[in-house]
């Protein structure tokens, strides 16, 4: 069993839909948790960083952490063309980016 | 403010032939961090380098390797190259050892043939 699974998708919502990417892990040890968002041909972009249980919002990103479940979220609002990319969830038990475990990606395509 | 940048783009080398990547952090950032992210295998931690010194490495092989220059440039080595080793190189760089805030290159697509 992988330490952090994520649904490969490919996912493809309509503009203005809520978009929801979830992954789940194993390691109970796991304190930091992240998402990236990576274009095609381009490297990750950190999007979201959260290190407790709880909703952390930015702007039409949410991030949900539910330690109990073993289980994150991130949630797009209002969803646009340009969301469309591939978000990778990530996650650590040590305060070291070299620890981060990543998941696999979920490719997601906003139709216009 | 310059993001982390790598060079080259792309690569294209012949196998059993040497690679040779390059990355120059975000200014202050003393932490360099190397990953390879291949076709269905998503990121897999390479090396990391900290203050010059190689500070951990992933499950590769001794033929990946690297180092660190006193402006915190990192370069990293592949030797004998083989046809597995085709993927995207990733630089990430972080302030500091005790920090998870990656901040990504755009990558090096190497190409063995």
Known sequence: QKEVEQDPGPLSVPEGAIVSLNCTYSNSAFQYFMWYRQY??????????????GNKEDGRFTAQVDKSSKYISLFIRDSQPSDSATYL???????????????????????? | E????????????????????????????????????????????????????ERNRGNFPPRFSGRQFPNYSSELNVNALELEDSALYLCASSYGTANTEAFFGQGTRLTVV
Do not use: N
Not at chain 2, 19 to 35: D, F, K, Q
């Open chain 1, 40 to 53: 095609s041909r381009k490297g990750p972009e950190l999007l979201m960083y959260t290190y407790s249980s």
């Open chain 1, 89 to 112: 969830c990530a996650m650590s038990s040590y305060s070291s980016a070299s620890k981060i475990i990543f998941g696999s990606g979920t490719r997601l395509s906003i139709r216009p």
């Open chain 2, 2 to 53: 310059a993001g982390v940048t790598q060079s080259p783009t792309h690569l294209i080398k012949t196998r059993g032939q040497q690679a040779t990547l390059r990355c120059s952090p975000i200014s202050g950032h003393t932490s360099v961090y190397w990953y390879q992210q291949a076709l269905g295998l998503g990121l897999q931690f390479l090396l990391w380098y900290d203050e010059g010194e």
